[in-house]
């Protein structure tokens, strides 16, 4: 029993405590945000995950290991709080639903992007921005109906950049992946240039929008969603 107790002593006696791993305080990871900024590489992409308490550095195809080298390189001495993925492909600019679009010195948000049976790409937007121009940041309007209706339909230019998603802006963005009629109740968000993300409810279908000089439109859902910042 006791040369059992004493081989039961050995691996504890030579077993060696794991150092915990680091934890980064905000400045060090404002710093190491920072310095992947000034390393200035192209094909990269990076946030602060707080959950993780790390910068995550996403590099495209076109990336390097020296280039991504040079960015822990220039992290010094917060190297370790760098997570790198890879992502196939180049990154390349699109443009989503509720970013801004412009037109002279106007500006408004995208609605959707959508497609004909074609596959011919346009963005879908409101008739009272369309009626203001009709050569836009993005693309030429192909059809505008303000008042009455209020819908605005502008080709897209450059048809990869037209993201079939919406962004959120905080990071995010959500798929479109089928369309429906709304019912009162119903939860919404809308998302614009100007104001960002906000989220309510629907109270109203069919609703008509009298908009004194401008006109009527009708056939409208109306929200409680507030289009103020």
Do not use: M
């Not at 020296?66 to 917060?78: C, L, M, R, S, V």
């Not at 693309?139 to 605005?152: A, I, L, M, V």
């Not at 079939?164 to 998302?191: H, K």
């Not at 614009?192 to 906000?198: E, I, Q, W």
């Amino acid at each position: 029993g006791l040369a059992a107790a004493a081989a039961l002593a050995v691996p504890a006696a030579n077993a060696s405590a794991q150092p915990a791993p680091k934890t980064f305080s905000a400045t060090e990871l404002n710093r190491t945000v920072d310095s992947v900024r000034t390393a200035d590489i192209g094909g990269t992409a990076w946030y602060v995950d707080n959950a993780s308490g790390k910068v995550v550095v996403t590099v495209d195809s076109t990336v390097s290991q020296a280039e991504i080298a040079k960015i822990e390189n220039e992290a010094g001495a917060n190297a370790d709080a760098l997570v790198v993925k890879h992502t196939p492909g180049k990154f390349s600019k699109l443009i989503a639903g509720g970013e801004a679009i412009t037109t002279g010195g106007a500006r408004c948000s995208l609605g959707f992007n959508v497609q004909d049976g074609a596959g011919t790409k346009y963005a879908l937007t409101a008739g009272h921005c369309t009626n203001i121009g009709s050569s836009w940041s993005i693309g030429t309007t192909t059809g505008s109906s303000f008042p009455g209706n209020d819908y605005g339909i502008i080709r897209h230019s450059d048809p990869g950049a037209a993201d079939g998603r919406v962004y959120l802006y905080n990071g995010g963005y959500q798929e479109i992946t089928t369309a429906a009629d709304p019912s009162v109740g119903q939860s919404v968000q809308r998302s614009g240039s100007t104001t960002g993300l906000h989220g309510g409810s629907v109270t109203g279908l069919n609703a008509t929008v009298n908009y004194g000089a401008d006109g009527i439109v009708s056939g409208l859902i109306q929200t409680n969603v507030c289009a103020e910042p």
